[in-house]
C-alpha cells in the first residue's frame, strides 16, 4: 500500500496540473474547511510520528506551540536530510514537489504559520529550483498567497538553502541557522514550540512527516492508523542502500519483516554476486548496527520487523532503531571498522564544536579509529574508544553527540573481534576483511 | 578590489531578503552568500563579506563566523569545476576509495587541490544524500551518481571541452 | 518582585529556598562550598553564558514537587532554572562525578599545559578544575591541536592553543564594546577564537576579555612575562575615570604596578567591567587611591596559604553532606620553593617586595600588618 508514493511514477507529476489531475490539493480544500485545531486533532488521531529520526509524536509535537496574542508562528520544514544512508526527503522534494507544498498548506494552517520556510540542504541546489517552481505553480493557482480559498488565511513559503552542515538537521540549529548564524543548536529550553525561530513559537518538521499530513487528511486520522502496526502508524519511507541489488526508496506498511525486505524482489532484491549478508543498520547511520544473527531475529528469537518497536526490542544491547529510515546493508566482504571510521570522521566533521565532549570527543574518536583501520592501533585504543564514547553520550547540548557515539558503541559490542583483529592482523587488517565469524547470515549461500 | 552585484544581482539579493520579516534580514545572509560565491569565481574573499555585510547591514566579523562554518563556502580560490566525492559509510561500501584514487591519480592531485591549469579541485566531502546512488560526486549544481573510472573519465573530459581547453 | 514565588530547591541533601527563575547553579552558589558545581563558560554578568563546556553538569534526582519524575540526562546547571521542590545531586552522584572526570580530560587533550609559561598559571580555572578533576596522564595519542599564532594588537594576547571555546570573550564583545570584531570561526574540532583579519581589537572595554576568559588564551600583553601572579599582590584601588567605575585590582611587585584587572568575586567573576584605559595606561601607583590588600580570591594559588585568617572551605558542611574530607588543591610550594611558604602575603605592610621573597630574609617587625585577620 502506498500513500506518499502512488503517484510517484506518473509522467510530469512535479506540473501542477497533472499532480491536480491525480488528486492534488484535496487535502487543502478539506483541511481548510475545518478549524485548525481540528486539523490537529486529525494528526493527533493518526498516530504520525516525526519522520525525521527522533519518531516523535507530531499531533503532540503541535499541539505543544505556544500561542500568545499577537505574536507571529512559524512552521519550518526540514529538509537538511544529511544522515549517511538517508535519501528519502530528496526523492519526495525531486519527484512530488507539490505533496510537499500540500502538506505544508495544511500544516502552516493547522499552526497558524503565515510564513513558512524549507530549510533545505544547499548541495540539494537543484531541487530549490524544482521546489521553487512548485511553490510558484501553486501561488497561481490561489494555494497560497493572500486569502487563501476565501478562508481569510494567507501563507507564503519559502525554500532556504543551507550550506553544509549536518548540524542544522538539528532543529534549534536549524533555526539558528535560519536566522543567518552559525549552525550552532541552542541550549534548551526553552523549546522551539514556546521561542523558537525569532525567538516565535516555532514548530521543525521533516519532509515526509509533512507530506504524510497530506494522506491523512485525505482519508481521516482515524483510518491512516488504521495502516501498520502498533505505535508504527502509517507508511514509512525507507532509504536502501549499501549492497543491496536494488537501492532506493521502498514505501512500507511497517509490517514487512527485515529479511523480506532485504531479500524480496519488490524491496532491495537480496545482495548483489550471491554473496552473504553481515551487518545492517536499519535506521540511519546514527543508529547502532547490528549483526545478521540480530537483524532477523530478535534475541528472545522473534521475527524482526521494519517498525518503530520491533526494531528497537532489545535495547541498544541487541537491538536498534528506525530512525530515519536510512536502510545501509553490509555484504561479507565489508570491514566494520573501516565502516565505523568513516562515521566517525563524518560526525567530527559535523560537529559544531560548541560543547566540549562533542569538539573533542568525536575529533578523538576518529583519530582512534583511523589508528586501527591503519594498523596502528592497540589492543587498549578499543576500551579507550569505548570509554570515550561513553564519556560523550548524554553528556552534550544535542543530540548529535549520542549519534557519535552510538554507532562507535555498537560497532565494538558486536564486532569486538574484528577491532581486536585489527590490532593483532595489522599488516593484513589494511588490505581484507576479517570475515564473518559468529555473527554469520545463517541463510545459506543463494545461487547467483 | 572591490566587488559590486550587477543590477540583476542586486535584485535577486533584495528580493531574497524581501522574504524576512522587518529587522530580521540577517536571515539572508546564508543565500546571499551563495550568490557571492558564484559572483566571485567560486569562493569569498574579505571584501565580498565585507560587501555582504554591509548589504544586510551586519557586522563583518558576523560573516566570516557564518561563511567558515559551512563546508560550500570555499575561503581560498577552487578550481572552475570542483569534484565533491562523497566518502562517507554507504558510498565507502560501494567503491568510493577508489574512485577517490582513480581521480586523484588522474588529476596528480591530492585532495583540497587544484591542478595547475586551475581546472579541478578534489574536495573530500561527507554524505551528501545520494547514499543509493553510490558512488557519486557534487559538480556544481548537480549530483554526478553511480561512477565508474570510465564515468570520471567522461566527466573530465566533458569539462575540458566546456572550458574550451584541450589537453 | 516581591511577587516571585520562592521555589525549594535541594542541592547534595542541603535545602535551600531562591526566587523562581533561578538557575540551580546560582541556588548551589548560595549554599557554597563544595556543592557548587564548576563553572568554566557560565558568566552570571553575560547574557546567554553558559551551557557550553558541560562542567557543571548535574543529576537532578527529582524534577519537582509536581512532576517528580528525574530527568533522563544530566542537566547543565547554569543553564536549568530550579522547580519548586527539586532534587539535585552533584558532588552526591556517581554520575555527575564520572562525566565531569569526562569532560575535563576533554577540556584538556589538546590544551598544551603549558603551565609554567602562561600567565594565567596560579589564577586559572582550568588549572583548578585538573587538580581537582583531572588525571595524571593524558590518554590522547596524537599530536595536540595547534593554532596559527594571530596577532591581536598590543595590548591583548591570544593564544588559541590553551583556549576551551568558553565563548565568554565573544559575549563580551558584543554586549561591552561597541562593535565585536572578534568571533568564532571555523567549526568543530577546528573552532577557533579570532578575527580573521589579524585585526588589532582596540574596542573600548574590550580588554575585560582577559578577566573573563578562564584560561590563558587571552592574556594581558603589558603583563606578558614580567611576573607569576603568586609573586604579585593584590590591591584594590579606584580612580575617577570618566569612562568606567573606575574600581580596579592593581598588582604590585614591590612598588611597582604590574597589572590592572577588574576586581574579581570569589567565583572568579569581575564585579565591574573596567575600561581600557584603566586596564592598560594606569600604571602607575600615583595614578590610584589604594583602598588596600585584596581579600582572598578562592580562584587563586594566591590565596592558598598566603592569607591568614582567610575563609576556608566549608569543611564541616562537606562532611554533613559525603562524610569524608574535602580534596585540597595542589599547594604550589609542595612543588616549588621558588616563593617563601614561610611569608604569607597579608603579613607584608603594603605591596610586597621581591626582597620579601629572598631565601632566609628575615621579615622586620615594622612591615607587619595584620590585615589577613580582619
Redesign the interface.
Known amino acids: 500500500m502506498k500513500l506518499l508514493l502512488e503517484n510517484a511514477h506518473i509522467e510530469g507529476i512535479r506540473n501542477y496540473d497533472i499532480y491536480r489531475k491525480h488528486g492534488g490539493y484535496r487535502a487543502v480544500e478539506k483541511a481548510l474547511k475545518l478549524t485548525p485545531d481540528e486539523v490537529v486533532e486529525e494528526v493527533k488521531k493518526s498516530g504520525l510520528r516525526g519522520r525525521g529520526g527522533a519518531g516523535f509524536p507530531t499531533g503532540m509535537k503541535w499541539s505543544f506551540l505556544a500561542k500568545p496574542e499577537g505574536v507571529?508562528r512559524h512552521l519550518v520544514c526540514n529538509a537538511d536530510?544529511?544522515?549517511?544512508?538517508?535519501?528519502k526527503d530528496?526523492y519526495l522534494m525531486e519527484f512530488l514537489p507539490h505533496l510537499l507544498i500540500e502538506g505544508l498548506i495544511v500544516s502552516s494552517y493547522a499552526l497558524g504559520s503565515n510564513?513558512t520556510f524549507i530549510y533545505i540542504?544547499?548541495?540539494?541546489?537543484?531541487i530549490v529550483d524544482i521546489l521553487e517552481q512548485a511553490i510558484a505553480e501553486a501561488k497561481n493557482n490561489g494555494w497560497l498567497g493572500k486569502n487563501i480559498l476565501g478562508t481569510g488565511f494567507d501563507c507564503?513559503i519559502?525554500v532556504?538553502?543551507?550550506?553544509?552542515?549536518?548540524i542544522c538537521g538539528e532543529e534549534t540549529a536549524l533555526i539558528e541557522?535560519?536566522?543567518?548564524?552559525?549552525?550552532n543548536p541552542r541550549?534548551k529550553p526553552p523549546f522551539p514550540a514556546v521561542q523558537g525561530l525569532?525567538m516565535r513559537p516555532t514548530v521543525v518538521n521533516n519532509v515526509e512527516t509533512i507530506a504524510a499530513v497530506v494522506p491523512i487528511i485525505n482519508l481521516s486520522g482515524e483510518e491512516y492508523a488504521k495502516i501498520g502496526v502498533g505505535r508504527s502508524t502509517g507508511t514509512k519511507l525507507i532509504?536502501?542502500?549499501?549492497?543491496i541489488n536494488k537501492?532506493?526508496?521502498y514505501e512500507i506498511t511497517m509490517t514487512e519483516s527485515v529479511e523480506e525486505f532485504i531479500y524480496s524482489d519488490e524491496y532491495c532484491g537480496g545482495i548483489p554476486k550471491g554473496k552473504r549478508l553481515k551487518a545492517c543498520?536499519p535506521g540511519g547511520?546514527s543508529v547502532p548496527i547490528v549483526p545478521t544473527n540480530l537483524l532477523f531475529k530478535t534475541a528472545k528469537g522473534e521475527t524482526r520487523y521494519m517498525n518503530y518497536e520491533s526494531l528497537s526490542d532489545g535495547g541498544f544491547a541487541t537491538g536498534t532503531m528506525m530512525g530515519s529510515g536510512?536502510f545501509?546493508v553490509?555484504d561479507e566482504d565489508?570491514c566494520i571498522v573501516?565502516?565505523t571510521w568513516?562515521?566517525a570522521?563524518?560526525y567530527?566533521?559535523?560537529?559544531?564544536?560548541?560543547?566540549?565532549?562533542c569538539?573533542?570527543?568525536?575529533?578523538?574518536m576518529y583519530?582512534?579509529l583511523k589508528?586501527l583501520e591503519h594498523g596502528k592501533g592497540k589492543m587498549s585504543?578499543i576500551d579507550?574508544l569505548w570509554d570515550v564514547q561513553?564519556?560523550?553520550e548524554?553528556?552534550?547540548?544535542c543530540p548529535l553527540g549520542d549519534a557519535a557515539a552510538w554507532p562507535v558503541a555498537a560497532a565494538i559490542r558486536h564486532f569486538r573481534d574484528e577491532f581486536e583483529w585489527h590490532v593483532t592482523h595489522a599488516d593484513e587488517a589494511q588490505k581484507r576483511n576479517f570475515g564473518l565469524a559468529h555473527y554469520a547470515d545463517p541463510r545459506p549461500v543463494p545461487a547467483s | 578590489m572591490s566587488i559590486s552585484f550587477s543590477e540583476a544581482k542586486r535584485k535577486e539579493v533584495n528580493d531574497i531578503i524581501a522574504?524576512y520579516?522587518d529587522g530580521?534580514q540577517?536571515?539572508?545572509?546564508?543565500?546571499i552568500?551563495?550568490v557571492a560565491q558564484e559572483e566571485n569565481g567560486g569562493w569569498l574573499d574579505i571584501p565580498t563579506m565585507d560587501y555582504v555585510a554591509n548589504l544586510?547591514n551586519?557586522l563583518p566579523i558576523?560573516v566570516y563566523?557564518?561563511a567558515t562554518?559551512?563546508?560550500?563556502?570555499n575561503m581560498k580560490p577552487v578550481g572552475k569545476y570542483v569534484f565533491e566525492v562523497c566518502?562517507?559509510?554507504?558510498c565507502?561500501?560501494?567503491g568510493s576509495d577508489d574512485i577517490i584514487q582513480y581521480i586523484k591519480d588522474k588529476l596528480s592531485i591530492t585532495e583540497g587541490e587544484t591542478t595547475p591549469d586551475g581546472l579541478f579541485t578534489l574536495k573530500p566531502a561527507?554524505?551528501?544524500?545520494?547514499?543509493?546512488?553510490?558512488p557519486m560526486m557534487?559538480l556544481g549544481?548537480?549530483?554526478k551518481e553511480h561512477l565508474t573510472k570510465e564515468k570520471v573519465d567522461q566527466i573530465i573530459e566533458d569539462c575540458r571541452k566546456n572550458a574550451g581547453v584541450n589537453n | 518582585m516581591s511577587d516571585t514565588p520562592k521555589f525549594k530547591v535541594t542541592i547534595d541533601n542541603i535545602t535551600v529556598e531562591v526566587p523562581a527563575g533561578t538557575t540551580i547553579l546560582n541556588a548551589a552558589r548560595l549554599i557554597g562550598g563544595d556543592v557548587t558545581p564548576p563553572a568554566m563558560c557560565y558568566y552570571s554578568k553575560l547574557e546567554n553564558s553558559?551551557?557550553?563546556?558541560?562542567?557543571c553538569?548535574v543529576e537532578v534526582s527529582k524534577g519537582s514537587e509536581k512532576d517528580p519524575r528525574p530527568m533522563p540526562?544530566?542537566v547543565?546547571s547554569c543553564?536549568t532554572t530550579v522547580m519548586d521542590g527539586m532534587e539535585v545531586k552533584n558532588i552526591t552522584s556517581e554520575r555527575v562525578i564520572?562525566?565531569r572526570?569526562?569532560?575535563v580530560?576533554?577540556?584538556l587533550?589538546?590544551h598544551p599545559l603549558d603551565c609554567p609559561v602562561c600567565d594565567q598559571a596560579g589564577e586559572c580555572d582550568l588549572q583548578d578544575l585538573s587538580y581537582e578533576h583531572g588525571s595524571e596522564q593524558s590518554?590522547?595519542?596524537?599530536p595536540k591541536?595547534t593554532f596559527e599564532p594571530e596577532d591581536i594588537g598590543p595590548n591583548i594576547q591570544l593564544h588559541m592553543n590553551r583556549c576551551?571555546?568558553c565563548?565568554r570573550c565573544v559575549f563580551t564583545a558584543e554586549q561591552l564594546t561597541q562593535r565585536r570584531e572578534h568571533g568564532?570561526l571555523?567549526?568543530?574540532?577546528?573552532?577557533q577564537i579570532s578575527t580573521y583579519l589579524n585585526k588589532a581589537l582596540d574596542n573600548e572595554f574590550i580588554g575585560n576579555i582577559i578577566d573573563v576568559c578562564p584560561v590563558g588564551a587571552l592574556t594581558d600583553k603589558t603583563f606578558r612575562f614580567k611576573q607569576r601572579v603568586w609573586f604579585t599582590k593584590p590591591m584594590d584601588a579606584h580612580r575617577d575615570c570618566p569612562t568606567c567605575s573606575g574600581k580596579v585590582r592593581l598588582w604590585f611587585r614591590g612598588e611597582e604596578v604590574f597589572r590592572v584587572t577588574g576586581r574579581k568575586d570569589k567565583w572568579g567573576e569581575v564585579e565591574e567591567f573596567i575600561c581600557n584605559t584603566c586596564r592598560f595606561d594606569k600604571k602607575r601607583a600615583s595614578d590610584w587611591v589604594i583602598e588596600g590588600p585584596t581579600k582572598v580570591n578562592r580562584h587563586s594559588v594566591i590565596s592558598q596559604n598566603h592569607y591568614r585568617g582567610a575563609v576556608e572551605a566549608q569543611k564541616e558542611l562537606i562532611r554533613e553532606i559525603i562524610g569524608k574530607e574535602p580534596k585540597m588543591l595542589l599547594d604550589i610550594h609542595t612543588v616549588s620553593d621558588v616563593n617563601r611558604p614561610e611569608i604569607h602575603l597579608s603579613e607584608i605592610h603594603g605591596p610586597s617586595h621581591s626582597n620579601d621573597f629572598l631565601p632566609n630574609q628575615k621579615l622586620e617587625g615594622q612591615r607587619k600588618l595584620e590585615v589577613g585577620k580582619k
Open positions: 507571529p536530510e544529511s544522515e549517511p544512508g538517508t535519501f530528496r510564513l540542504r544547499g548541495e540539494y541546489a537543484w507564503e519559502y532556504q538553502r543551507g550550506a553544509g552542515a549536518y541557522s535560519l536566522e543567518g548564524k552559525r549552525g541550549i525569532w532509504s536502501a542502500c549499501g549492497n537501492p532506493g526508496i543498520i547511520s536510512g545501509i553490509f565489508q573501516r565502516h568513516t562515521l570522521r563524518f567530527a566533521h559535523e560537529s559544531c564544536g560548541q560543547c566540549s565532549p569538539r573533542e570527543g568525536t575529533g578523538w583519530r582512534i589508528n585504543d579507550l561513553r564519556k560523550i548524554g553528556n552534550t547540548i | 522574504r520579516p530580521k540577517k536571515g539572508a545572509l546564508i543565500p552568500l551563495h544586510l551586519i558576523e563566523e557564518v562554518f559551512y563546508t560550500m563556502f566518502r562517507t559509510g554507504p565507502m561500501l560501494n561527507e554524505c551528501l544524500g545520494a547514499c543509493g546512488y553510490a557534487q549544481k548537480f549530483y | 553558559g551551557g557550553k563546556c558541560r562542567t553538569l540526562k544530566l547543565a543553564r564520572d562525566a572526570k569526562g569532560v580530560e576533554f577540556l587533550i589538546n590518554r590522547l595519542d596524537f591541536r576551551i571555546m565563548y568564532v571555523e567549526r568543530g574540532w577546528d573552532s
